[in-house]
């Protein structure tokens, strides 16, 4: 017989687990006594919120399952926005929590919080273990539902008397069956045959290929579809390095923030490809008139995003990969579009992403010179706003998985503990924080984590002394009237040091690479704090519920 | 924007109709009808819920639905030849005399049957569409309907057809 908590403690190992981020408390400690001398390693956050953002950033950074663990009530709370943003961007992430005994269920007793009811509409599943006995196969299911189909946050909360509780070693199935979950990976012949011969007729197709190419590691395969028939791809805030950043037919990011090029090139197809993307309202902008011209084909493994914003032609509900493998084999001919190819490099040769060279120290040098620097062999992890989207406009991803960023719930504080998962996730490579001021202090905690693991997160704030992102809107669309949203000076660096950790400020272009030079030197954490040009906004930008083509602070349309 | 029936096989699981009935509320959709209990399966439920919206709607709810882990299958009997019943008991107002045997002549009429008489009340047990329980209930409200309970509707497919699990 052994207990609950050490049972659970040898599932995460036979799922292979090998790192938790948790926080310990009362109804926790039979499991965090069991973790005292496991093979598991155990990082220490300093908030709870950190925990659920570094599984969360190690999840993406590996493609593996990340976990993390928090005690009952405040503490499974906490976890609730790290939740919340795994679920928006479909990353898988374990969550374990403690829960008061089974006899106070209910009861309101000291440290209870209904945690698997707040979160319902927030994972993909979750589990109030009754019995010590279920427990290896709950966390067996658990890890099979956050990391099939369209991945996603489950929680398992666990209440003490079923950690203290004993049972035998229960036999687990080889293979999981849930009757009421059977996810569709291989896509539907003729519906590809259909998208085959959409590609072979059209003559402006552009793929638009979303976050659901990295969860399915089909990079290679997206790239082969768009050299095979010669397509340009944009790709959304969550696809950025499913096609390397300097890949001819790369057109950028599209929506709000994206390239001027990109969105006339969706605004003028006439075939809409959308592979693992689901139409957001920040991509789309205006529904009505995005893609007005093209027929559109879906391929998502999720059939509910299917027709959920956008009418849809060739409809294929699978797993992105294959699917894709599937139309490679299938395509016959190569394609050169030639007058549409033409038409983009026309636009992207007019409409390139601006750049100021005044003297002055503006963020998205600061972005380009890192890009330069580290040449895509880094991961890069942002915070949520102005520096999120300086990020993703300038840097040159090579490689999927090395940009992780808080898209669909757009946390800001997501990016620094997401950046301490995404080192253990991937160790041989530099890991940047870019953050604002503003996100930064949001779990500017963390700096005990990073500095007792000597975690070399490399955190690189842009600092205008303000929430840039809501100062640039109230700039746009509010009459400059900057409500609540101009932040005292501080120096960062200073309350780095005061956890033991180096760090640079940083007043003027000449001093950005030596910075960054010094980050890498560093073995350990690092923080520098960039001072940029405090009204620098970012463009050009599609203002809220207009078409994508009709984009202010970009260059004249010719 | 029309009346869809749906039937929902689930796993007859703790917790499972209020992942079913969030989700619904979640997506902004009005639960007209909500019947829930065991099923021909000891360890699934079948869950009757009606909800009035666009079909593109309903569909995306049902594609919702579908995902929860515990949501077995999930149809929509609307455009199908089905039987759709409810229960419904109704406490009227009957004092001695001439009300009395006027409730009884009409519950007679409705194939209703008197399941409690007590000495100033009556309470009828109606089953039927919804149409004939509200029928029903509106002759009644001339005596004093003093608490009316109705069950939801449940629906089944006519025929041999069947909403069952595919196993």
Known sequence: MKTGAKILVESLQREGTEIIFGYPGGVVLPIYDELYDSPLRHILVRHEQAAAHAADGYARASGRVGVCLATSGPGACNLVTGIATAYMDSAPIVAITGQVPTSLLGNDAFQESDITGITMPITKHNYLVKSAADISRVVQEAFYIAGTGRQGPVLIDVPKDVSTGLAKDTPLPEKVTLRGYNPTYKGHKRQIDKAIDLIEHAERPLIYAGGGVIASNASEELVRLATTCGVPVTTTLMGIGCIPCDHPLNLGMLGMHGTEYANFAVTESDLLIAIGARFDDRVTGKIDTFAPHAKIVHIDIDPAEIGKNKRVDVPIVGDVKAVLQDMLAGLKKNNAYEAWIKKIRHWRQHHPLRIKDDGRLHPQQIIRTLSDMVKGEAVIVSEVGQNQMWTAQHFCFHHPRTWITSGGLGTMGYGFPAAMGAHFARPDVPVFDIAGDGSIQMNIQEMGTVAANRIPVKVAILNNMYLGMVRQWQELFFDRRYSYTELPPVEFVKIANAYGIDGMRVDSPDEVLPALRASLDCDGPFVMDFRIEREENVFPMVPAGAAINEMIGGHPRS | ?167
């Not at chain 2, 759709?84 to 009227?92: C, F, P, T």
């Not at chain 2, 509106?138 to 595919?166: H, N, P």
């Open chain 2, 1 to 167: 924007m029309k009346p869809h029936t749906l039937s929902i096989l689930v796993e007859n699981k703790p917790g499972v109709l209020s992942r079913v009935t969030g989700l619904f509320s979640r997506r902004g959709f009005n639960i007209e009808s909500l019947a829930v209990g065991t099923c021909e399966e000891a360890d699934m439920s079948r869950i009757t819920i009606i909800v009035i919206g666009d079909d593109a709607r309903v569909e995306q709810v049902m594609k919702q639905l579908h995902k929860l882990i515990d949501v077995i299958k999930v149809s929509d009997l609307t455009e199908n030849e089905r039987v759709e019943r409810e229960l419904a008991l109704i406490k009227v107002n009957a004092e001695p005399g001439t009300s009395r045997a006027e409730i009884m002549q009409i519950a007679q009429i409705f194939r209703a049957q008197i399941v409690d008489v007590g000495s100033k009340s009556v309470i009828l047990q109606v089953t039927g569409d919804t149409d004939k329980i509200d029928a029903l209930e509106k002759l009644l409200r001339q005596y004093g309907v003093k608490e009316l309970v109705r069950t939801g509707r449940i629906g089944i497919l006519r025929g041999s057809k069947i909403v069952a699990s595919l196993k």
